[in-house]
Each structure stands twice: as C-alpha cells, then as structure tokens.
C-alpha cells in the first residue's frame, strides 16, 4: 500500500517561497499521477486541488488558482515529489496533502485513494 509523507510547511511572510516535498514508497507509481490538494482553516469540508504530475511522462496539471507560482515536479530516483510555491499570499494558508492511485493525469481529489499526513502552511505578517 502506498505510504506518503509530506514535509517542508511552515511559516512564511506574504510574498516567500516554500518548497513542498512529499516521500512516496510502497506502490508502484509508474501509471500513475500524483497530486497536491489543499485545505484552508475553516474550511473542513472544502479542498482544492492544487497541482498534480503523471510519474512516467512528466505531464502536469496546475489549477488556475495558483498558476504562475506554483509548480510541481517530481525525482524519480528517490520516489519524490515537490510542490514548489512562490509569491505566497495569506489565501494560500492550508494544510497541504500529497496524493496518489489516480490512473491518469486528474485535478479530481477523489480519483486519489492514497493519501499522506498532510504539512502546514501559513502564510502572514
């Protein structure tokens, strides 16, 4: 079963940069896309998916939302992937999750049955 562990939140000043990272074992990602969602305090019932990358081919995806500050990649040596976050803004405080098991490239969260621990973001003066 897929095993997913994010790190790399905290606390940063509108306007820095955060590098997300999620570790990823146990399953063979190869066919499969991998994704970063989000969900902001308050807001228990709602996520947003953020970005997502099919392992093989590179391909990715990166909701509007956060386009041109946002990019996700991936090291295929060591199964991991990153969420790059730029000119933070205090809307993109969240706790953010690495998920995997979608078959194809997709920003629906629920084509993703593996999921981490999640990493705190917060984004203030």
């Known amino acids: 079963e897929a095993q997913l562990v994010e790190s790399g939140g905290g606390w940063v000043q509108p306007g820095g940069s955060l590098r997300l990272s999620c570790a990823a074992s146990?399953?063979?990602?190869?066919?499969?896309?991998m994704g970063w969602v989000r969900q902001a305090p308050g807001k228990e019932r709602e996520r947003e998916f953020v970005a997502a990358i099919y392992w093989m081919s590179g391909h990715t995806y990166v909701a509007d939302s956060v386009k041109g500050r946002v990019t996700i990649s991936r090291d295929k040596v060591n199964y991991r992937v990153y969420l790059q976050m730029n000119d933070l803004r205090p809307e993109d405080t969240a706790v953010y999750y690495c998920?995997?098991?979608?078959?194809?490239?997709?920003?629906?969260?629920?084509?993703?049955?593996?999921w981490g621990q999640g990493t705190q973001v917060t984004v203030s003066s």
């Open positions: 146990g399953f063979a990602f190869d066919d499969y896309a």
């Open positions: 998920a995997t098991g979608a078959d194809h490239l997709s920003p629906v969260e629920t084509r993703y049955p593996y």
